[in-house]
């Protein structure tokens, strides 16, 4: 059970209508999700499967999204560890932060993988009640983001604590990155067919510090799960890609942000698996007519491409969709684009 244009997506094959799914397309924009947090909490969202579920299959059932991902939160890899995790409106509150003293303390990895069940378990409801015709991932946190989630707080500002602190992230992912595998294999267990690492902190480093930092341990997860493990990055440039392993098929695919043109990353990951992105999530918040004419230019470039030339192509967007997002100008990409390549 699976989309063929996200298969076909996968294997690199030519094919004219590229699939197309969203990151944050399960979120507050969305009256089925508005609806179901006025009756539930943002955990009992992500940790009671039956309810994980619902929240994964709105926006597909609505969008008609080629694919659907598990609804959860990438910190709780942290809090699996033993790390006090809360949400609230003004969003997630880490209780302590990562340091040699807080490593000595976590959870040893068997307690903690049973603290990530929910996913598996979630995954299993969400892919029971999913169409056929529709593929079904996961993901998990990047070690770099959760180490400076860890760090600060947040993935906002100069990150410096983060930045200086080698000698504790390379010790953090000695604890972090054994979990990571492990969460993946849940969630392939559980029915994804691939997991995605997000790392929406990694564009703050230097092409040099990427290299030493996030490659390594990205690798280290995505070796242990050949052709289930795909990368995506925020603020990241081509430089931070060049003569790595991001060019080869250690991954499934790669998505990047906004900032890339998406012309030229399809060429420079042409043998990495997929390409997902990425429309300027922003641009969905104009008015219909606006918004018709930026997609109208956003598509045209990728338009005047051969199959060939676009083979591996997942649409999406830059980021996550963001709250304020008219639902109609999300029905209207869908229908565009599909009407664009047919």
Not at 60 to 72: E, K, Q, R, T
Not at 76 to 100: K, N
Not at 167 to 185: D, G
Request: with cysteine; proline share 6%.
């Amino acid at each position: 059970m699976s989309n063929e244009r996200f298969q076909n997506a996968l294997k690199g094959a030519p094919q004219r209508v590229p699939p197309i799914w969203l990151m944050r397309q399960a979120g507050r924009y969305h009256r089925h999700y508005q609806r179901l947090r006025r009756e539930h909490s943002f955990v009992d969202l992500c940790k009671k499967p039956a309810l994980s579920a619902e929240a994964a299959l709105g926006p597909v059932d609505d969008f008609d999204f080629d694919v659907a991902i598990l609804f959860s939160d990438l910190l709780f890899p942290l809090e699996a560890l033993g790390l006090p995790l809360s949400y609230s409106d003004a969003g997630p509150d880490l209780g302590a932060r990562v340091s040699f003293e807080t490593l000595s303390q976590l959870s040893p990895l068997e307690e903690a993988l049973e603290r990530l069940a929910f996913q598996k378990e979630a995954l299993r409801e969400t892919r029971r009640r999913l169409p056929a015709d529709k593929s079904l991932v996961g993901f998990v946190g990047g070690p770099w983001t959760l180490f400076v989630y860890g760090v600060h707080g947040s993935h906002q500002g100069n990150l410096i604590e983060a930045k200086r602190g080698e000698e504790l992230y390379r010790a953090f992912c000695e604890r972090l990155v054994p979990l990571l595998v492990e969460n993946v294999r849940l969630q392939v267990e559980g029915g994804a067919e691939l997991v995605l690492i997000f790392d929406t902190a990694a564009g703050e480093l230097s092409p040099d510090l990427f290299r030493r930092r996030v490659a390594p341990a990205v690798a280290g997860i995505a070796a242990a799960h050949p052709g289930k493990v795909a990368y995506y990055s925020r603020g990241t440039q081509p430089a931070h890609f060049r003569d790595s392993f991001f060019q080869s098929r250690a991954l499934a695919g790669v998505g990047v942000d906004s900032r890339w043109d998406m012309v030229e990353a399809l060429a420079l990951f042409r043998s990495a698996g997929f390409v997902q992105g990425n429309f300027d999530q922003a641009l969905l918040l104009l008015p219909p007519l606006a918004f018709e004419r930026e997609l109208r230019a956003y598509l045209e470039p990728l338009k005047r491409l051969s199959p060939e030339e676009r083979a591996g192509w997942v649409c999406g967007l830059g980021h996550g969709v963001l709250p304020e997002t008219p639902e109609d100008n999300v029905r209207a990409l869908v229908r565009a684009v599909r009407e664009t390549f047919a």
